[in-house]
């Protein structure tokens, strides 16, 4: 008879929801990692900026410094909270390729989140920087050490697999 854990992870609270469902390779690689790509748009134009980032792994939320008043990308995920972004590993060798693409909300960061970011970043402090938060809605890790092409998914507790039209 085979048992499905389903029933019992949703009766965890949110948070260690997505923790247990947020693979370890996925978290040990994000946190090794400090600069993600960011994607945003406006008008149907896309734009992508880089931002150093710390990471809340138990949510998944990402912390990142933009001024949404001067930056395009900024004012463009104010305007449109939905983005999305990479973090890759720069590599030549086929086998070691590792990155993660991933989509989610764009919130101003809390007390917490900016803590997390001030503890990752001191020098920060002194550029008195305005924080945000993406909490991460989806997200595919590919990693070649693995195996060629191998990936693992992410989906957020309250987002649908079936959201999501392209399985590439």
Known sequence: MKMSLQPYINSLPLHVKRTILLDS???TFIKKHHLLSLATSANNQPYCASCFYA??????ILIIATDTQKTRHGKEALA???VAGVIALETNIIG???GVQFTGIFKEATAEEKRV????FPYALALNPTLWSIHIT???FTDNTLGF????????????PNSFTCNA
């Open 25 to 27: 390779r996925i978290r």
């Open 149 to 160: 092409g191998k990936k693992l998914e992410f989906f957020a507790p309250n987002v649908s």
């Open 80 to 82: 449109n909270e939905t």
């Open 138 to 140: 989806y997200l595919k």
């Open 55 to 60: 990471f809340i792994e138990n949510e998944p």
């Open 96 to 98: 070691k390729i590792q």
């Open 117 to 120: 970011y001030l503890k990752r």
